[in-house]
């Protein structure tokens, strides 16, 4: 018998269905898992009171452990045996006085060196939080310190835990969910110390069924998840063929704009063919586009030799070829966050040869793909659309497609100047061939459509809070106490139906297409399946 230990999500997400297909295949090998969840000990629950001002609220508390418990429930030990402990019954010797001196300190690298003298690694599972939470690629720490604070004692907590349960538990694996949350980090940094092997879940990126299952690295690792998504792909029996075709239709679908499950569909309000306003054929137009800095930020081992950031990407750029056209092309998910980033962004249009197009823009992306002499991206999945639609792409840093020869990493700053110089002059034979770069777009198409771990105790078809348990032939909803779901339901009402009025307010065509109506879309906006936060 092998012991388990998972820290699981809070379970007002649907993250829980897969918690449980999880745990219940360690128990049917007949593994002790023990089960950590949270019982309303957490400061920072983005479950609960993700706003940077917002207290926690009991009543949606009750509502997560109940539905916590449901789960349990449910689960059948079998020949295994299931050990559910929650957070409070663990006694941990902890103490918060030494945040105090950081109230001293005068920037985020000093506080940075402290915290990671006294735990290693907290600081940053903290700021990740932060920049995820306020959608900023520098958040000001000060400005919200509370928050902060409550972040940082949460990764302390979360720390002190792990090496509490592993210690007494003694695992041989751990299941982590996210491994990049406050709550969460600290248990990779561990495992990785320790030399545990740890498998970091995440929500599926195609479909609502498949979800991601990492051995030893987490989902912002890039580089370790290209390579993972190219040994998946070499490995499988499909043919070549069926492979290509099912890559080819991922791409048809984001380029008509079709949502392809949890990823989002950015370019659906962007009108067809259009280009900027002063586009010229004429010139070399180098189009580039801008990933969120504050995900980049976040990312693992993410290895960018040509510049820190992107701004000064751009500007070196703009500062060596003055006789381009550089289209700077936000990325859409931007529209009213991260404003220091993308008003310095902004500002650099201010030069005649950079062409800014913002957020709410409504150029169409894959028509400026089409139409460009080079595309150059950051680990976004443009570089590998760029690939697929013919056109030569300039990767800068990690990406989830690296691993497939579709485009150019620039590993040094040399070889990027190089690479631009070469094709503004039309010498393009350091690119790999056109079909070649298509094929191997496809390859990878296809490995990221279908990488993933089958469940075998639930389903779900169009959304992620429809999930259904299997087991026995029976299938049953994990839901909490009907009491508190009515309790809490009624108390949001006020505000449900002030959303929904909102919303009709700013898109009255999407409510008054008949043709998309339907009355569970309007009882799931009126009582919708966690409750108001």
């Not at 001002?53 to 295994?80: F, H, N, T, Y």
């Not at 697929?388 to 497939?404: A, D, I, N």
């Not at 040399?414 to 094709?423: T, W």
């Not at 029976?474 to 309790?487: L, N, P, T």
Request: proline share 4%; charged share 25%; hydrophobic share 40%.
């Amino acid at each position: 018998m092998s012991k388990v230990l998972i820290h699981t999500s809070p379970a007002l997400w649907p993250m829980v269905e897969i918690e449980l297909d999880i745990i219940q295949k360690e128990l049917d090998k007949g593994n002790k898992v023990a089960l950590i969840y949270c019982d309303g000990v957490q400061l920072a629950c983005d479950a609960n009171n993700p706003g940077i001002k917002q207290s926690k609220s009991k009543r949606i508390c009750m509502e997560c452990i109940s539905r916590r418990e449901r789960a349990i429930d449910w689960l059948e030990p079998k020949q295994g045996e299931l050990i559910p402990i929650k957070y409070s019954t663990i006694s941990l010797k902890k103490d918060f006085q030494f945040l105090k001196t950081i109230d001293h300190f005068k920037n985020n690298e000093i506080i940075k060196k402290y915290m990671d003298s006294k735990i290693p690694g907290v600081f940053d599972a903290a700021i990740a939080s932060l920049m995820t939470n306020l959608r900023s690629s520098a958040p000001d720490i000060w400005k919200y310190k509370k928050k902060f604070y409550a972040y940082l004692k949460d990764a302390i907590f979360s720390y002190f835990l792990a090496d509490s349960l592993i210690d007494r538990i003694k695992p041989k694996m751990v299941y982590i969910f996210n491994g990049r949350m406050a709550f969460y980090k600290p248990w990779v940094n561990l495992a990785k110390f320790l030399k545990i092997d740890f498998f970091v879940y995440e929500y599926p990126v195609i479909g609502y069924e498949n979800y991601l299952l990492h051995k030893n690295f987490t989902d912002q690792d890039l580089s370790v998840r290209s390579f993972a998504y190219y040994d998946f792909y070499l490995n499988s029996k499909v043919s070549d063929l069926k492979k290509q075709i099912i890559g080819d239709f991922w791409f048809k679908n984001r380029i008509k704009r079709k949502r392809q499950g949890f990823e989002n569909v950015y370019s659906k309000f962007q009108s067809l063919n259009k280009l900027p306003v002063d586009w010229d054929p004429k010139v070399f137009n180098l189009s580039f586009f801008v990933s969120s800095q504050d995900e980049i930020n976040v990312l693992v081992n993410y290895s960018n030799n040509v510049a820190s950031n992107q701004i000064d990407l751009i500007k070196g750029i703009r500062n060596t070829f003055p006789n381009i056209h550089i289209n700077v092309r936000i990325h859409p998910n931007l529209k009213g966050v991260d404003p220091d980033f993308v008003n310095e962004l902004i500002a650099l249009g201010e030069k005649g040869h950079v062409i800014i197009i913002k957020p709410e823009d409504d150029v169409d992306s894959y028509e400026l793909i089409r139409r460009s002499n080079l595309i150059v991206s950051c680990g976004s999945t443009i570089g590998v659309e760029a690939a697929y639609l013919g056109t030569p792409s300039l990767l800068v840093g990690s990406s989830l497609f690296e691993s497939f020869k579709c485009c150019i990493k620039a590993e040094n700053k040399i070889l990027f100047y190089r690479v631009i110089r070469k094709s503004i002059q039309g010498d393009l034979s350091i690119f790999p061939d056109k079909e070649l770069a298509k094929q191997e777009a496809l390859r990878f198409a296809w490995a990221f459509v279908n990488y993933g771990v089958k469940p075998k105790y639930f389903f779900r078809k169009n959304s992620y809070y429809e999930g259904m348990m299997i087991k026995n032939g029976i299938q049953e909803e994990i839901k909490a106490s009907s009491s508190i779901i009515i309790i809490n339901r009624t108390l949001d009402l006020f505000s449900n139906l002030r959303v929904m009025t909102l919303r009709f307010t700013r898109n009255p065509r999407q409510y008054l297409n008949i043709s998309s109506f339907t009355w569970k879309k309007l009882a799931h906006l009126i009582f919708p399946s966690i409750p108001r936060r």
